[in-house]
Nanobody, 125 residues
């Protein structure tokens, strides 16, 4: 079992920055990711990381160059640095963990086993 607790969300102006954190306890998954969801829409993958010996990172197209995912393996904390935020980034952001084969943009979100409760990000124009 794993417990995931997100923090760092908030309200910012367009062009601003936020850093989300996800503290993980229990079983340590090498592969983790960030998802987001807005009302009436499906949850979508934002960024994934395989924080093994050879780090592998994947981003959804709309956040490439603006968001950076990282993981502190010692502290077991997942981060998402979000820069140049846009109103369309407004969403509830969720941290997730699972076996690596399920933590990819191409995999169905429904396959993911462990979720945090989410942290709200609101970007105003």
């Amino acid at each position: 079992q794993v417990q995931l607790v997100e923090s760092g969300g908030g309200s910012v102006q367009e062009g601003g920055s936020l850093r989300l954190s996800c503290q993980s306890s229990g079983y340590r998954y090498r592969c983790m990711g960030w998802f987001r969801q807005t009302p009436g829409k499906e949850r979508e993958g934002v960024a994934f990381i395989d924080a093994g010996r050879d780090v592998f990172i994947e981003y959804m197209d709309s956040v490439k160059g603006r968001f950076t995912i990282s993981k502190d393996n010692h502290k077991n904390i997942l981060y998402l640095q979000m820069n140049s935020l846009k109103p369309e980034d407004t969403a509830m952001y969720y941290c997730a963990a699972d076996i690596c084969s399920r933590m990819h943009l191409s995999r169905p979100t429904q396959e993911v086993s462990f979720w945090g409760r989410g942290t709200q990000v609101t970007v105003s124009s």
